[in-house]
């Protein structure tokens, strides 16, 4: 599957961004989905995920209640709407698919194929 993530832009802090990632192929409802972010110097750290069907969802501790993922199977697509934005948020987010059965959602190295990342970027 190949991956095209989009949305990331400039946002003083309090805004919103919607990020989306678009999947090629036939088969992307057989995959769960994460988001995660880089920030300059740092490592590549979890935001969420969404099971394969969309009934369950993850969220790391420092996005939840501010963060939503979301799919839609039929347009291949994975959402990442943001709200509340902090600059701490200022990364490069990615989407990745998880094919592997039993991986944790929460891991880099559980995620078998990634998008390009798209720059989101908060102003005080």
């Known amino acids: 599957v190949q991956l095209q993530a989009s949305g990331g832009g400039l946002v003083q802090a309090g805004g919103s961004l919607r990020l989306s990632c678009a999947a090629s192929g036939r088969t992307f409802s057989s995959y769960n989905m994460g988001w995660f972010r880089q920030a300059p110097g740092k490592e590549r750290e979890f935001v969420a995920a969404?099971?394969?069907?969309?009934?369950?969802?993850y969220y790391a501790s420092y996005v939840k209640g501010r963060f939503t993922i979301s799919r839609d199977n039929g347009k291949k697509a994975v959402y990442l709407q943001t709200n509340s934005l902090k600059p701490e948020d200022t990364a490069v987010y990615y989407c990745a698919a998880q094919e592997k059965v039993g991986g944790s959602y929460y891991y880099v190295w559980d995620y078998d194929y990634w998008g390009q990342g798209t720059l989101v970027t908060v102003s005080s």
């Open positions: 969404i099971s394969r069907s969309g009934d369950n969802t």
